[in-house]
């Protein structure tokens, strides 16, 4: 079907991240999980590999309507660890989407090979304590990596190249990762963000951003889908180890009654701005087989919210494109999106073949109060 895997249709994510709480009268949530003591970070953007950061920028932009930052910059291709690569940043309408793309060979151009054009490859927070933030992780017996997986022994950085009004200058950047097994197979990455340094690459992205509204009917990027093994303990990565909320409100599917997809149970991270939305198979089906396929901490897809999803389903067409439901088939004139009941959400998909590999839902809140959006959003605190 082209969006997940053969055997996996949009459905299953779709139904595991929007269709939720398995009765309207569902049991009351338990408590929320509050952070721990941890860094302050802040979750920067979300990296997405691109054969051809040209053609996906092109569809981010010109089709979905997101911006795309004037501020060019990469990796030379002599860095003999990685090799080439030519990054670009995407304003979507809520996050940052950093384009990756390699220009040589290198480890970067193994992992699109093995991972595909248009997959996630990593989420990336910000501190402006780095040295705070490597020294408290030292403490409680977690030490951040480089990029090539090695421990980081002291204040190593990457070296970049920005291009500012046609002139390319060299940049340093640090960044570390934390281990796989702490973050529960998802590549987190923290960045250095330095407000007032005018070198540093997150500081130049946020003092030049365009910060005029997006235009009426722009899709703003609500949720990023991760597929774990065991969700509380990948969530307490996210609130312990981060410092994010994980919000009392449980969902999940009975496999037996939801063959299409199988179990699941769910939870939603708030990160003060996009959320996360982890997802755990339970028993049998195509999620779990998804899960065993990509393994823990995967994650799957970018969600993106619209007003009037039928008015968005008519701008596609009159480009060309139609939006496609939870089977990945064409969606109608006469049914525009999927309904998800007794919630009243309303979901589509684009193409992969029109977006580039990437795995994007486009969703449109339910009226009432019984939407799973408008009841996780209630449980947000601000």
């Known amino acids: 079907m082209g969006h997940l895997v053969n055997v996996l249709k949009p459905a299953v994510i779709a139904l595991a991240v929007t269709l939720a709480c398995t009765s309207a009268n569902a049991a009351a949530p338990a408590a929320a999980v509050a952070p721990a003591s941890a860094p302050r970070v802040t979750l920067g953007h979300v990296a997405v590999w691109a054969e051809d950061i040209e053609a996906t920028s092109r569809f981010l932009t010109d089709v979905v309507g997101w911006r795309r930052h004037p501020m ?68 409680r017996g977690i030490t951040l990596q480089n990029m090539d997986g090695t421990d ?36 987190v990455e923290v960045v250095e963000y330095s407000p007032g340094v005018p070198e540093n690459v997150i500081a130049i992205r946020e003092q030049t951003r365009q910060r005029e509204p997006f235009p009426a009917g722009t899709p703003r990027l609500d949720r990023i889908c991760i597929i774990v093994k065991d969700i509380d303990a990948s969530a307490r990565f996210y609130t312990e180890v981060l410092g994010f909320r ?16 199988g179990g699941m149970k769910g939870a939603f991270i708030d990160t003060g701005g996009v959320w996360l939305a982890l997802v755990q198979p339970v028993g049998p089906g195509p999620l779990m087989d998804y899960l065993e396929k990509k393994g823990d901490g995967h994650v799957a897809e970018l969600i993106a919210e619209v007003d009037n999803l039928d008015a968005y389903y008519d701008a596609m067409k009159a480009r060309g494109i139609t939006l496609v439901d939870t089977r990945g088939e ?12 007794p919630y009243g959400d309303r979901i589509a998909y684009f193409p992969t073949s029109v977006s580039h590999g990437m795995v994007i839902e486009v969703f449109q809140r339910g009226s009432t109060p019984a939407s799973l959006m408008r009841q996780r959003d209630a449980l947000q605190v601000r």
């Open 246 to 261: 994980r919000i009392p409100l449980e969902f999940g599917l009975d496999g037996a009654t939801n063959a299409q997809s």
């Open 330 to 341: 064409p969606l109608s004139e006469q049914k525009k999106a999927h309904v998800l009941e």
């Open 152 to 187: 980081r022994k002291g204040p190593e950085a990457i070296s970049l190249a920005i291009e500012q009004d046609g002139v390319r200058r060299p940049h340093s950047l640090r960044v570390g990762y934390w281990p796989s097994e702490v973050s529960r197979g998802t590549a």
């Open 72 to 139: 060019r910059f990469g990796i030379d291709s002599s860095d003999r660890t990685i090799g080439g690569i030519d990054l670009s940043n995407i304003d979507a309408n809520g996050l940052w989407i950093e384009l990756v793309s390699p220009t040589s060979p290198g480890a970067a151009m193994d992992v699109l090979k093995a991972k595909g054009n248009g997959a996630i490859g990593e989420l990336v927070v910000l501190s402006t304590d780095f040295d705070g933030l490597a020294k408290e992780m030292k403490q």
